[in-house]
């Protein structure tokens, strides 16, 4: 089985940042795209950075230049530098990485790791 598992996440004041980073235990073949979700408290989860394979980036409009991902497609790696960081961004924050082709697609989902920015 392919699990992936977040670290770095935690309690920070307005201002600060945070590196969470997930990796992958199991095989998988390399993925085609990562991203990080979030989904704070009341709100629906949404996609706030993407990373494919071949390094190209999206950002949520509102986290753009503050948020920056990272991964490693090979070690089926992705990380999420979060900097000035702000009450809002307070949530649970999810990895995400799929690939595969069409007779064996993969989608697999990290447990999510809480972020809570309070002063």
């Known amino acids: 089985h392919v699990h992936l598992v977040e670290s770095g996440g935690g309690l920070v004041q307005p201002g600060g940042s945070l590196r969470l980073s997930c990796e992958t235990s199991?095989?998988?073949?390399?993925?085609?795209?990562a991203s990080w979700y979030r989904q704070g408290p009341t709100k629906p989860r949404e996609l706030v950075a993407m990373?494919?394979?071949?390094?190209?980036?999206h950002y949520l409009y509102f986290v753009q230049g503050r948020f920056t991902i990272t991964g490693d497609n090979a070690k089926n790696s992705v990380d999420l530098q979060i900097n000035d960081l702000k009450p809002e961004d307070t949530a649970v924050y999810l990895c995400?990485?799929?690939?595969?082709?069409?007779?064996?697609?993969?989608?697999?989902w990290g447990q999510g790791i809480q972020v809570t920015v309070s002063s």
């Open positions: 990373l494919t394979k071949d390094g190209v980036t």
């Open positions: 199991g095989s998988a073949p390399p993925y085609i795209a």
């Open positions: 995400r990485i799929w690939g595969g082709n069409t007779s064996e697609p993969f989608d697999y």
